[in-house]
């Protein structure tokens, strides 16, 4: 029996990384906090067009990412694996796909498949690699209107899209944990489609309950919720370090870091305590630098950790 996945259940904490075109602009466009919205979807809230957004691939060079020197933040944090945006709603893929030049290295002077070199970082290090996919799509043409919460199905075009671009991830990047599919509004034939293509390329692979129609391997909560009953399904809850957003924010007030660490360690047991799996995000800089508050935090949550392991 694969599911639910052992090892999925068994790892408890793990890093969700938003990292996209959306970091370079940090929450800023023209000059001006976008104060509206979640940073990461910044192409919607300030109203850009996408290819007008999809410019700025043009200067995403992120020199500084290091996915050696992230996979030893997350172990040093306690994490037990990783989650990474493949592609967000704006539709850039951070992967090498074959059905799209809007990605990485087909698209950037960077060039290079950073979700692969991340993958093979967690495998060096030990631990386990997952992928959040949207399923909406801004950029996709017939995948319009521009929206963070699509009600219509998808189009038959963008869904054998997402097929493709699932098989691809499902093939070329080693074995996943999980995949967080988020916030499409699928028929329940699409949903089915999508969840046994996963499970037939990687039959251990995690299925988020944001897939819809009750097709579910593992159901998301929100940031400090969780279920006051057993809901009979594994589930996790996603967090980020400012409820504002995923994707880096230059303008962000941080604050300290030492009230932020007890506030997300409280999390963290309430989450494992009750069975469940606390998914920390960190929204990395333009450059594919870490932001070094959120590194900070992470590291004195893993003291916390080690010392509460050794207790
Ligand atoms: C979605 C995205 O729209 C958002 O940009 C980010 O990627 C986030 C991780 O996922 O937004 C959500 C998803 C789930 C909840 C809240 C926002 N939730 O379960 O409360």
């Known amino acids: 029996q ?3 996945s052992q090892e999925w259940l068994d790892r408890k904490f793990s890093m969700f990384i938003h990292f996209g075109l959306y970091s370079v602009y940090g929450g800023v466009y023209e000059g001006e906090p976008v104060t509206r919205g979640y940073s990461e979807q910044i192409q919607s809230f300030a109203g850009i067009f996408s290819d007008w957004y999809g410019n700025t691939a043009n200067e995403f060079d992120p020199v500084n990412w290091d996915p050696d020197s992230i996979v030893s ?4 944090a306690g994490m037990g694996s990783i989650v990474f945006t493949s592609k967000h709603h704006d539709g850039f893929c951070m992967y090498h796909s074959a059905h799209t030049d809007y990605n990485i290295v087909d698209a950037t002077p960077y060039g290079r498949d950073l979700m692969k070199e991340l993958a093979e970082a967690c495998e060096r290090g030990g631990i386990a690699f997952g992928v959040y996919f949207s399923l909406i799509d801004w950029h996709f043409p017939q ?3 521009i929206s963070s919460h699509n009600a219509d199905p998808l189009t038959p075009e963008h869904y054998a899209f997402n097929l493709k671009q699932v098989e691809e991830i499902m093939t070329n990047y080693g074995p996943l944990s999980e995949i967080w599919f988020d916030m499409g509004s699928l028929t329940p034939e699409q949903s089915k489609g999508l969840y046994e293509l996963v499970n037939r390329l990687q039959p251990q692979c995690m299925i988020s309950g944001r897939l819809g129609n009750d097709y579910v391997d593992f159901s998301v909560m929100g940031d400090n919720e969780y279920p006051d ?6 589930w996790q809850t ?3 370090m400012f409820d504002e ?3 880096y924010r230059s303008w962000q007030e ?3 870091v030492q009230p932020k660490v007890r506030e997300k360690i409280e999390s963290l047991i309430k989450v494992v305590s009750r069975g469940g799996n606390f998914l920390l995000n960190i929204g990395p800089k333009g450059d594919g630098s870490v932001v070094e508050f959120e590194r900070e935090v992470l590291l ?5 950790v080690r010392s509460n392991n050794e207790a």
Do not use: D, H, N
């Open 238 to 240: 996603a967090a980020s």
């Open 2 to 4: 694969e599911k639910p």
């Open 245 to 247: 957003t995923w994707g």
């Open 254 to 256: 941080r604050g300290e």
């Open 143 to 145: 995948a319009y209107p």
């Open 229 to 234: 009953y057993q809901i009979g399904v594994p």
């Open 73 to 76: 933040l997350a172990k040093e």
């Open 300 to 304: 004195e949550i893993g003291k916390w």
